[in-house]
């Protein structure tokens, strides 16, 4: 029988990282701004300081977590979209509370997406 490996660090910052992101979604839906808003700025932290001690950075990083950061971002935006339109009597603009809840949480997937990137990306060869 083998013996297990132990986790590496990008699975155990994970844990962190969906609870940081589920605090600040939790935050916004209870309409508790400054919350939401140090959830969110932990969220952003933490890939930038585990990569500052762990890991070199190379060309075009940041960008690419910033890429990352505006496709994470838009998934709310389609998906509270996709669930009004599908609704009866949200066609006109009848769901105006479903919209602005997918404006809320979009910088928290967003900052969600750029962390999972940014902990398990690989450089480019």
Do not use: K
């Not at 508790?32 to 950075?57: I, K, N, S």
């Amino acid at each position: 029988m083998r013996p297990r490996e132990p986790l590496s660090l990008n699975a155990l910052l994970l844990v962190p990282a969906l609870a940081l992101a589920a605090l600040a979604c939790v935050a916004v839906s209870a309409r508790q701004g400054t919350l939401a808003t140090a959830a969110t700025l932990t969220l952003l932290l933490l890939p930038v300081v585990f990569r500052l001690w762990t890991r070199p950075w190379y060309r075009g990083l940041v960008l690419r977590g910033a890429g990352v950061f505006l496709m994470g971002m838009h998934v709310p935006l389609l998906l509270t979209g996709v669930l009004a339109h599908g609704r009866i009597g949200c066609g006109d603009g009848g769901c105006p509370r479903l919209y602005l809840l997918g404006v809320l949480v979009s910088p928290v997937a967003g900052a969600l997406a750029s962390v999972i990137y940014w902990l398990v990306g690989r450089p480019p060869v």
